[in-house]
């Protein structure tokens, strides 16, 4: 048996998240079916992180173990052939140790939310990016967020159906700038909490429109109160940058 790294890029738009789900089609279900078609082998793939429906990524770290020897060069370019048209590629594709592992393994993940700040409206990055008309001011969304960088019982920030035992999380980086029409942010840390990137930039979004003030930012955090939340951000504008790991 053979663990392979893959990893992948793809657009969230088509499906009900990365993981399989009973009710709709998943990335994760599309990437076992493409292995299944080159190997005969039912396979699990195992994943660095969870991403919503419309979520993106741009560097998924996953795994599958696989008895069929295969080399894999070839195992990613079969398996990206039988992918087709789902919007999933994999990217690179290399052999692991056993005790190697995408998720628990992973000592850090790397997310950017996108968001197109313009009066006209999307039409190329039309379910890619979060569309706001109203001018932003992307400094003072970067110093707003830097309250929120730290060791936080980050309840405020997270999805009511979160699983995770503890809300209490250290982010290690939440930047925000502007590029012309586009405001990026940043978001670093060892691991997220269900929505809790999309419900920060939910929130600077507010900021950044004038709705809120800086401070409320902290003032929201120290409620441990989702009651106390801004604003969650569109999944669209969300990408799954980097998982980072021990060894690389």
Same mark, same amino acid.
């Given at each position: 048996?053979?663990?392979?790294?893959?990893?992948?890029?793809?657009?969230? =738009?088509?499906?009900?998240?990365?993981? %399989?789900?009973?009710?709709?089609p998943?990335?994760? #279900? *599309?990437?076992? @079916?493409? $292995?299944?078609?080159?190997?005969?082998?039912?396979?699990?793939?195992?994943?660095?992180?969870?991403?919503?429906?419309?979520?993106h990524?741009l560097?998924?770290?996953?795994h599958?173990?696989?008895?069929?020897a295969?080399?894999?060069?070839?195992l990613m370019?079969a398996?990206?052939?039988?992918?087709?048209?789902?919007?999933?590629?994999?990217?690179?594709?290399?052999?692991?140790?056993?005790?190697?592992?995408?998720?628990?393994?992973?000592?850090?993940?790397?997310?950017?939310?996108?968001i197109?700040?313009?009066?006209?409206p999307?039409?190329?990055?039309? =379910?890619?990016?979060w569309?706001i008309? %109203?001018?932003?001011?992307?400094?003072?969304?970067? #110093? *707003?967020?830097? @309250?929120? $960088?730290?060791?936080?019982d980050?309840?405020?920030?997270?999805?009511?159906?979160?699983?995770?035992?503890?809300?209490?999380?250290t982010?290690?980086?939440?930047?925000?700038?502007?590029?012309?029409?586009?405001?990026?942010?940043e978001a670093?840390?060892r691991?997220?909490?269900?929505?809790?990137?999309?419900?920060?930039?939910?929130?600077?979004?507010?900021?950044?429109q004038?709705?809120?003030?800086?401070?409320?930012?902290?003032?929201?955090?120290?409620?441990?109160?989702?009651a106390?939340?801004?604003?969650?951000?569109?999944?669209?504008g969300l990408?799954f940058?980097?998982?980072?790991?021990?060894?690389?």
């Amino acid at each position: 048996m053979t663990r392979f790294a893959l990893t992948l890029e793809f657009d969230g =738009g088509p499906f009900m998240g990365l993981q %399989r789900q009973d009710h709709g089609p998943s990335v994760q #279900r *599309a990437l076992e @079916a493409a $292995v299944h078609a080159v190997t005969g082998e039912t396979v699990t793939m195992h994943s660095a992180g969870r991403t919503d429906s419309g979520v993106h990524a741009l560097a998924m770290r996953s795994h599958v173990d696989i008895a069929k020897a295969i080399e894999p060069f070839r195992l990613m370019e079969a398996v990206n052939a039988h992918l087709r048209p789902d919007p999933i590629a994999v990217l690179a594709c290399e052999v692991k140790p056993d005790d190697w592992h995408a998720r628990f393994s992973c000592v850090g993940r790397q997310y950017e939310y996108r968001i197109v700040n313009r009066r006209a409206p999307l039409t190329l990055e039309r =379910g890619r990016a979060w569309h706001i008309a %109203r001018e932003l001011d992307a400094d003072a969304m970067h #110093r *707003a967020a830097q @309250a929120l $960088v730290g060791h936080h019982d980050f309840t405020t920030f997270r999805s009511a159906h979160c699983q995770a035992n503890d809300p209490v999380k250290t982010l290690d980086r939440l930047d925000v700038r502007r590029e012309g029409e586009r405001v990026i942010i940043e978001a670093a840390a060892r691991s997220f909490l269900h929505h809790q990137v999309r419900s920060m930039v939910g929130t600077l979004a507010l900021v950044g429109q004038g709705q809120w003030r800086e401070e409320q930012v902290p003032e929201a955090l120290a409620a441990r109160d989702r009651a106390a939340l801004g604003l969650n951000a569109p999944a669209e504008g969300l990408y799954f940058v980097r998982a980072l790991y021990p060894d690389e």
